[in-house]
Nanobody, 127 residues
Framework: QVQLVESGGGLVQAGGSLRLSCAASGRIFSVYGMGWFRQAPGKEREFVAAISWSGGSTYYADSVKGRFTISRDNAKNTVYLQMNSLKPEDTAVYYC????????????????????WGQGTQVTVSS
C-alpha cells in the first residue's frame, strides 16, 4: 500500500513563493510517474503538473506554466512543486498523486493517469 504525504503549504502574499514536497513510501518510487493537482473551494480538482518516472519529461497546466516547476529526487522518494509568482487564484488544496502503474506515462494531464493520492496541503495566497 502506497502512502503519499504532502508538506510545505501555507499562507503567502501574492508574488511570493512556496515549495511543496510529497514523500512516498510503500512502492518503488523511481518507476512511477508523479503529479500534482489542486482543488479550490467550490471547484473541481484540476491538473497542475506531472513528471515522468524517469524525470525526463514534465507537463504543466497552462495556468502555471513558467511559474511552477515539478521535480523529483528518487534517492529521497520525494517529488517537489516549486511555486513562484503566486497569485490569489492559486489558492487551493494541493494533492500529490502517484502514477497508476510502473513505467506508465503521465502525459494526459488527467487524473486518469494516477492511482493513488495524498491527503493534500493547503496553499493560500493573499492579495
Amino acid at each position: 500500500q502506497v502512502q503519499l504525504v504532502e508538506s510545505g503549504g501555507g499562507l503567502v502574499q501574492a508574488g511570493g513563493s512556496l515549495r511543496l514536497s510529497c514523500a512516498a513510501s510503500g512502492r518503488i518510487f523511481s518507476v512511477y510517474g508523479m503529479g500534482w493537482f489542486r482543488q479550490a473551494p467550490g471547484k473541481e480538482r484540476e491538473f497542475v503538473a506531472a513528471i515522468s518516472w524517469s524525470g525526463g519529461s514534465t507537463y504543466y497546466a497552462d495556468s502555471v506554466k513558467g511559474r511552477f516547476t515539478i521535480s523529483r529526487d528518487n534517492a529521497k522518494n520525494t517529488v517537489y512543486l516549486q511555486m513562484n509568482s503566486l497569485k490569489p487564484e492559486d489558492t487551493a488544496v494541493y494533492y500529490c498523486a502517484l502514477g497508476s502503474g510502473p513505467y506508465m506515462e503521465v502525459a494526459k494531464r488527467s487524473s486518469s493517469d494516477f492511482g493513488s493520492w495524498g491527503q493534500g496541503t493547503q496553499v493560500t495566497v493573499s492579495s
